[in-house]
């Protein structure tokens, strides 16, 4: 099946450099070669292969090639000084798309060396939108089951889907986890991805977690952003300006393969939305430039809304997340009439949409397949 930002790429590409970056499975080494495939003279090279490396060290490509493609490049000792190199200096006619493991957004971010010499794009599992937009049947269903990523979301029988999965979280914990910063404490990660999977759309307390685990906060703290910077889970964080400072700054935690998720349909449709909206704010970010943010809402006296969209800081749209009510909730209502701020209520399970006290209730599944990606 084919990847809706596959342009996107190509486009930015007779720009600048592009760096692919997402988690691990996701399809990116997939999507470069396909995007090879557009183009006579590419090259692909792995830096994990023997042989590829050697031809990188030496630079030893045609001068012809119109497409360079460098796959888990980032292991490589000084890479952003070498790519800055071979970039500074390649033909006019040559691209360069750069492409591997969650780490190279991370070791991205420390240092200027590329500044001004790339796109980003970060491709992600996918979703209700993409789909729609790729003209294929939208099995929703599918997305609360199996997750968007394209092995388990794409596999004829549940089983192989499950299979995968049983591999890919050993993966993550036994080579990307643990070897992210040497972490060699297996169980307290392990316990820690454990309960998380079982808390979702609930602010996380390092504290408590801490507690459950028997482990320091701050270590807590710690292997939280390393499963977050390796794309495994994302952060909803707390949003106040403009509204009534919030008495929270934990964030809620949500998963990026919602097949991971331990709970209900309603659970499992909440991370689901968290995801289409987090897509969705990328696109906005990442291929048209503007400013925006995913956060949620909550007030001192606990009112809280699952998610708002944020615009140069400035919230542009409240979104609340149910499995089958179709009354406009509470804190969603008083968020909408107090700050004059557009509110709409998914719901999972609706027969009729409709405006109630000047909240849409949609239903989910429309209302995913029509954002961006």
Aim: net charge positive.
């Amino acid at each position: 099946m084919r990847r809706l930002q596959e342009q996107y790429i190509i486009n930015d590409l007779k720009k600048k450099m592009v760096f692919l970056t997402g988690p691990r499975q996701v399809g990116k080494t997939w999507l470069a070669r396909q995007i090879a495939k557009s183009f006579p003279e590419s090259l692909y090279l792995n830096y994990d292969s023997s042989e590829d490396r050697k031809i990188i060290k030496n630079e030893a490509w045609l001068d012809k090639t119109q497409l360079l493609i460098l796959d888990e490049l980032h292991k490589m000792k000084g890479w952003k000084n070498y790519l800055k190199g071979v970039y500074d200096t390649k033909p006019e006619h040559m691209m360069i798309l750069v492409t591997g493991s969650d780490r190279l957004e991370v070791l991205r971010q420390s240092g200027d060396s590329l500044a001004g010499r790339f796109f980003r794009h970060r491709l992600l599992p996918f979703s209700p939108a993409e789909l729609f937009h790729l003209n294929e049947r939208v099995e929703f269903d599918k997305f609360l089951d199996c997750g968007g990523f394209p092995e388990p979301f794409l596999a004829k029988d549940r089983i192989d889907a499950d299979r995968w999965r049983m591999q890919y979280i050993d993966g993550l914990i036994r080579t990307d986890i643990l070897d992210f910063e040497k972490i060699h404490d297996f169980k307290s990660m392990q316990m820690i991805l454990d309960l998380l999977r079982s808390r979702i759309g609930s602010p996380v307390s390092y504290t408590s977690i801490a507690q459950d685990v028997q482990i320091a906060p701050n270590t807590v703290k710690k292997y939280i952003q390393i499963l977050e910077s390796l794309y495994i889970i994302f952060k909803v964080t707390p949003f106040s300006k403009n509204i009534a400072r919030s008495i929270l700054k934990e964030p809620k935690i949500y998963f990026f393969d919602t097949g991971l998720v331990q709970g209900d349909e309603g659970v499992k449709f909440e991370n689901l939305v968290a995801l289409c909206l987090l897509k969705h704010v990328y696109a906005k970010v990442d291929y048209q430039g503007q400013p925006y943010a995913l956060h949620y809402v909550r007030t001192k006296d606990g009112a809280e809304v699952d998610f708002c969209l944020v615009k140069d800081n400035s919230p542009e749209l409240l979104i609340e997340a149910k499995r089958s009510d179709s009354n406009p909730g509470r804190a969603l209502m008083n968020f909408h009439h107090r700050y004059g701020i557009p509110g709409i209520q998914l719901v999972l399970h609706l027969k009729q949409e409709k405006k109630e006290k000047g909240i849409e209730i949609r239903r989910g599944g429309t209302y995913l397949s029509s954002l961006l990606m």
